[in-house]
T-cell receptor, first 109, second 112 residues
């Protein structure tokens, strides 16, 4: 079992709609959870992090964490073409950060 | 957030040769991390570089192939040794600040 799992996509969402990205992790001891965005040919950049169960909102982005289900999600409201990228879920475990395989998101006009 | 400078940004190398990638951080950090991102794939942790001790390698990665130096708290190097086309990848240096990972701009390596 992979430590961090994501659906590879591609996920296609119409402009202005909500994009929902999901991630599960295997280590129950994980404490910190991250979403990174990576444009083609660029390094990953941090979008959000979450430590506690529940929702955390930042502008158009909402991260959701459910530790009992070992599940993290990212919602992107009012999706824009510039949101088209690969989204990487990452989990902090045993002093290192482990990344999922990423979900390719495509926002269609 | 930390500012991480990585070089070279890209290189094309002959098989059988070695390439050393440098990573410089603008602040002192205890641990630095080296990742590999193969085409179309996510980031795979190669090793954790600790100042004053040997690097800690992840399963599937060995010191002979990926020797790492960490001479001080702001600098590290990763060498890709005896390269083959399968080593063509992006190599990323990373540091963790306040629990968050930050990345250098990456080194795009092509082995021919």
């Amino acid at each position: 079992q992979k430590e961090v799992e994501q659906n590879s996509g591609p996920l296609s969402v119409p402009e202005g709609a909500i994009a929902s990205l999901n991630c599960t992790y295997s280590d129950r001891g994980s404490q910190s959870f991250f979403w990174y965005r990576q444009y083609s040919g660029k390094s990953p950049e941090l979008i959000m992090f979450i430590y506690s169960n529940g929702d955390k909102e930042d502008g158009r982005f909402t991260a959701q964490l459910n530790k009992a289900s070992q599940y993290v999600s990212l919602l992107i409201r009012d999706s824009q073409p510039s949101d088209s990228a690969t989204y990487l879920c990452a989990v902090s475990s045993a002093s290192k950060i482990i990344f999922g395989s990423g979900t390719r998101l495509s926002i269609r006009p | 957030s930390a500012v991480i400078s990585q070089k070279p940004s890209r290189d094309i190398c002959q098989r059988g040769t070695s390439l050393t990638i440098q990573c410089q951080v603008d602040s002192q950090v205890t641990m630095m991390f080296w990742y590999r991102q193969q085409p179309g794939q996510s980031l795979t942790l190669i090793a954790t570089a600790n100042q004053g001790s040997e690097a800690t390698y992840e399963s599937g990665f060995v010191i002979d192939k990926f020797p790492i130096s960490r001479p001080n708290l702001t600098f590290s190097t990763l060498t890709v040794s005896n390269m083959s086309p399968e080593d063509s990848s992006i190599y990323l240096c990373s540091v963790v600040g306040s629990g968050v990972a930050f990345f250098g701009q990456g080194t795009r390596l092509t082995v021919v």
